[in-house]
C-alpha cells in the first residue's frame, strides 16, 4: 500500500511538473519574425498574395501565416506556421520543392480534350476492325463499343505521380457517314494525390497527355487514312 500510495505521488507531482512546465512555455509566446526563400523562378505566396523571395514575414503572437510557393515542373509546397507558443518558428527557412513526376511523364498539346477528326479512307467495316486494333493497343480496357452507332468509350486508365493522379480514356464516334468520319476525343484529367479513378468532383481537366498515349491520335489519323 505504501508503494502504491507513493508511485500515486510521484505520477502527480511529475503531472504538476509538467503542467507547469508547458504554461510556462507557452507564455514565451510573442510575435516572431520569419524571413523565407526558394528556388529561383518560383512563385511565393503568403496568405494569398504573392511576395518577392526572399521575404520577411511577421508571425503575430497565437497567429497562423500560410505559405506556398509553386513553379512549373515541380510539386506546389504548402506550409503553415503557426505561432502558438509550442511550435518552433525558425529565424529563416528554405522552401525546396521536388519535380513533378507527372509534368516530366506528359507534354502540353492541343489534342488534349479535344474532338480531333478522323477521315477514313476504307470501307465501315474495315475501318471499325482497324479502329479497334488501334486502339486495344494503347487501352486494356474498352468500357462502351457500339459498332451500329460507330460509337466507342475506353475506361479510365489511372496512373499516380507524387503530385496527383491522372486518368485518361479515348471516346470515339461517327459524326458523318458519307463520307466516313470519326471523331477523336483523348480526355486527360488530374486530380490530388491518393484520389480515387471514380472519384469524379476532384478532377479537372488538364492541357497535358501523358507520353504513354502521345502516338493514340496521330496512329488513327494515319493508319485509318492507309487504303
Given at each position: 500500500?505504501?508503494?502504491?500510495n507513493?508511485l500515486i505521488?510521484?505520477?502527480?507531482?511529475?503531472?504538476?511538473?509538467?503542467?507547469?512546465?508547458?504554461?510556462?512555455?507557452?507564455?514565451?509566446?510573442k510575435?516572431r519574425?520569419?524571413t523565407?526563400s526558394?528556388?529561383?523562378?518560383?512563385?511565393?505566396?503568403v496568405?494569398g498574395?504573392?511576395?518577392?523571395?526572399?521575404?520577411?514575414?511577421?508571425?503575430p503572437k497565437?497567429?497562423t501565416?500560410?505559405?506556398?510557393?509553386?513553379?512549373v515542373?515541380?510539386v506546389?509546397?504548402?506550409?503553415?506556421?503557426?505561432?502558438n507558443?509550442?511550435?518552433?518558428i525558425p529565424?529563416t527557412?528554405?522552401?525546396q520543392?521536388i519535380?513533378?513526376?507527372a509534368y516530366?511523364?506528359?507534354?502540353v498539346?492541343?489534342?488534349?480534350n479535344?474532338?480531333i477528326d478522323i477521315r477514313?479512307?476504307?470501307?465501315?467495316?474495315e475501318?471499325?476492325?482497324?479502329?479497334?486494333?488501334?486502339v486495344?493497343?494503347?487501352f486494356?480496357?474498352?468500357?462502351?463499343?457500339?459498332?451500329?452507332?460507330?460509337?466507342?468509350?475506353?475506361a479510365w486508365?489511372?496512373?499516380?505521380?507524387?503530385s496527383?493522379v491522372?486518368?485518361?480514356r479515348?471516346?470515339?464516334?461517327t459524326s458523318?457517314?458519307?463520307p466516313?468520319?470519326y471523331k477523336a476525343k483523348?480526355v486527360?484529367e488530374i486530380?490530388?494525390?491518393?484520389?480515387?479513378?471514380?472519384?469524379d468532383?476532384?478532377?479537372r481537366r488538364?492541357?497535358?497527355i501523358?507520353?504513354t498515349y502521345e502516338?493514340v491520335?496521330?496512329d488513327?489519323?494515319?493508319r485509318l487514312?492507309?487504303?
Amino acid at each position: 500500500m505504501k508503494i502504491r500510495n507513493l508511485l500515486i505521488m510521484i505520477a502527480l507531482i511529475a503531472g504538476n511538473v509538467l503542467v507547469a512546465a508547458l504554461s510556462g512555455y507557452a507564455q514565451k509566446a510573442k510575435d516572431r519574425t520569419l524571413t523565407i526563400s526558394t528556388e529561383a523562378g518560383s512563385s511565393m505566396y503568403v496568405d494569398g498574395n504573392q511576395v518577392t523571395s526572399p521575404a520577411k514575414i511577421k508571425i503575430p503572437k497565437y497567429a497562423t501565416v500560410n505559405v506556398r510557393v509553386e513553379k512549373v515542373g515541380f510539386v506546389t509546397e504548402i506550409r503553415n506556421y503557426e505561432n502558438n507558443g509550442v511550435n518552433i518558428i525558425p529565424k529563416t527557412d528554405f522552401i525546396q520543392l521536388i519535380k513533378d513526376e507527372a509534368y516530366e511523364n506528359s507534354f502540353v498539346t492541343n489534342l488534349a480534350n479535344q474532338d480531333i477528326d478522323i477521315r477514313p479512307s476504307r470501307s465501315v467495316d474495315e475501318a471499325w476492325i482497324l479502329l479497334n486494333r488501334i486502339v486495344t493497343g494503347s487501352f486494356d480496357v474498352i468500357a462502351i463499343m457500339d459498332k451500329s452507332t460507330g460509337y466507342m468509350a475506353t475506361a479510365w486508365s489511372a496512373k499516380s505521380f507524387n503530385s496527383g493522379v491522372v486518368r485518361t480514356r479515348l471516346i470515339v464516334k461517327t459524326s458523318n457517314t458519307s463520307p466516313l468520319e470519326y471523331k477523336a476525343k483523348l480526355v486527360s484529367e488530374i486530380a490530388p494525390p491518393g484520389t480515387s479513378v471514380n472519384a469524379d468532383e476532384s478532377f479537372r481537366r488538364w492541357d497535358r497527355i501523358l507520353r504513354t498515349y502521345e502516338n493514340v491520335i496521330p496512329d488513327l489519323q494515319s493508319r485509318l487514312g492507309i487504303n
